[in-house]
């Protein structure tokens, strides 16, 4: 075997034949610590989720109200706009008045007319008796000159023909007080009012509620705020526009019925309580965090509220966590506006009270 020549000196070495036991060392250390970085990373990461649960399915709720008229007609005056803030009562837009107050002036006509006819029939002679009265006079002078015509008759003093006439003056009498009374009875029979109305004539009553009628119907033209908010979806809310009734023709997004809405998954229930402090983080405000607690948690799945809810009879069914709605409530307010349907984030504290 050769040896090695003593004249080459340990700088002029190749570097293969170098040990390298600093970079073995640093790789083994390299392979130990990142495991173990992450195991305690990870941790770290488990102990902080334990107490609390948490979802970025979410949103920002606001309570809606479809505003349309209760009456039809033309749109003849327009009082707001997209994003106006309006106060409970104001007036939003006016419905064309004119067909109404046409409408409130005959119901006004139709309660005189009936009004009218009721004095008529009170002041007629069939309701005070009048006519009874003549007819019981009549009776009374037939009866006198039949009483006469007997007399007359026993002695011999009189016609057959005469005492005839006097006997059928008699009948006639009595027939007209009879067709008297029946006419008294019929003209109270008009009179006549029901239990429903007992203090009011029923034509006077009908026209009254006809003019009541007319009245609603005018009041209705003009539509109003129901609640203070603000407006949305007006587009439809134009000049001149034909409106039906009950059609919507704004939106109006009411105030202080902010809450967030978020869709829990069903294994995420079991330590969650309506109370329990809560989170809420906001997509469109980063630097943003409100304090809230939980509402209340809700009574079905979100399938079991969709119009067409999951079906799983068939042979292909396959197990999905379900869904839950939790009505998370702000305890603070918010400084940013906050816009129906706004994706959050919400953290619900489950074991505070441990």
């Known amino acids: 075997m050769a040896q090695a020549d003593p004249n080459i000196s340990d700088d002029q070495k190749s570097p293969a034949d170098s040990p390298k036991p600093r970079l073995r060392l640093g790789r083994l250390f390299l392979m130990l610590s990142v495991p173990l970085v992450l195991v305690v990373v990870g941790w770290f990461y ?7 649960v948490s979802t970025d399915n979410a949103y920002v709720k606001q309570d809606m ?10 749109i003849v005056e327009v009082l707001v706009a997209e994003g106006d803030q309006v106060a409970a009562g104001d007036l939003l837009f006016r419905i064309d008045p004119e067909p109404y107050q046409l409408q409130m002036a005959q119901a006004n006509a139709a309660i005189a007319g009936a009004q009218a006819s009721v004095t008529t029939m009170l002041g007629d002679s069939d309701m005070t008796g009048v006519d009874i009265a003549a007819a019981r006079e009549d009776i009374a002078y037939a009866q006198s000159r039949l009483e006469r015509q007997q007399a007359l008759w026993d002695r011999g003093f009189t016609t057959r023909a005469d005492y005839d006439a006097a006997r059928h003056a008699v009948s006639q009498a009595e027939e007209a007080v009879n067709q008297a009374q029946a006419r008294q009875t019929e003209a109270r029979a008009r009179l006549a009012r029901g239990a429903a109305v007992p203090d009011r004539d029923p034509r006077v009553a009908a026209a009254e509620a006809q003019r009541a009628s007319a009245e609603l119907g005018l009041r209705r033209t003009e539509v109003r705020s129901p609640a203070a908010g603000r407006v949305a979806q007006a587009d439809r809310l134009q000049m001149g526009q034909q409106l039906l009734p009950n059609l919507p023709v704004l939106t109006l997004v009411a105030d202080g019925t902010t809450y967030i809405e978020a869709n829990f998954k069903e294994t995420d229930l079991a330590e969650m309580e309506p109370g329990q402090r809560a989170e809420v983080r906001f997509d469109a ?18 399938s079991e509220f969709s ?13 999905v966590t379900q869904r839950v709605p939790v ?3 702000l305890d603070e307010a918010s400084p940013r506006a906050l816009i129906a349907g706004l994706s959050t984030h919400v953290t619900v504290f489950t074991n505070e009270d441990e």
Not at 285 to 302: E, F, K, N, R, S
């Open 46 to 52: 488990w102990q902080g989720q334990q107490g609390k």
């Open 65 to 74: 109200v479809a505003v349309s008229a209760e009456v039809g007609g033309r």
């Open 285 to 302: 405000y980063p630097d943003l965090v409100l304090d809230a607690h939980v509402a209340t948690i809700g009574a079905g799945t979100g």
């Open 307 to 319: 119009v067409l809810p999951a079906q799983n009879a068939t042979g292909n069914w396959v197990k």
């Open 327 to 329: 009505r998370i409530v």
